[in-house]
Nanobody, 123 residues
Framework: QVQLVESGGGLVQAGGSLRLSCAAS????????MGWFRQAPGKEREFVAA???????YSTDSVKGRFTISRDAAKNTVYLQMNSLKPEDTAVYYC?????????????????WGQGTQVTVSS
């Protein structure tokens, strides 16, 4: 069992920055990939970025160059640094853990989820 707790969401103006944190507990942190997803009102949950086991961090095209995922093994925490935020980035952001090999980037490939944190970007 893995427990995930997100923090760091809030309200920010367009062009601003936020850093989301996700603290993990329950199983060996290095044994699973960590991902960030987001879900805007009326839309499906979508992949944002992932830090895969033994692989380089990866982010989807819409956030590439603006968002950076990183993980601190000593703190069992994964971060999502979000810069140059846009109103279309407004969503509930979820972190998730996957024990699958390869490069999981779909909702169904992740085994555990946090409760989500709201990010609102005003224009």
């Amino acid at each position: 069992q893995v427990q995930l707790v997100e923090s760091g969401g809030g309200l920010v103006q367009a062009g601003g920055s936020l850093r989301l944190s996700c603290a993990a507990s329950g199983r060996t942190f290095s044994n699973y990939a960590m991902g960030w997803f987001r879900q805007a009102p009326g839309k499906e949950r979508e992949f944002v970025a992932a830090n895969w086991i033994g692989g380089r961090p990866y982010s989807t095209d819409s956030v590439k160059g603006r968002f950076t995922i990183s993980r601190d093994a000593a703190k069992n925490t994964v971060y999502l640094q979000m810069n140059s935020l846009k109103p279309e980035d407004t969503a509930v952001y979820y972190c998730a853990a996957s024990f699958r090999a390869g490069f999981p980037r779909y909702v169904g490939e992740y085994d555990y989820w946090g409760q989500g944190t709201q990010v609102t970007v005003s224009s």
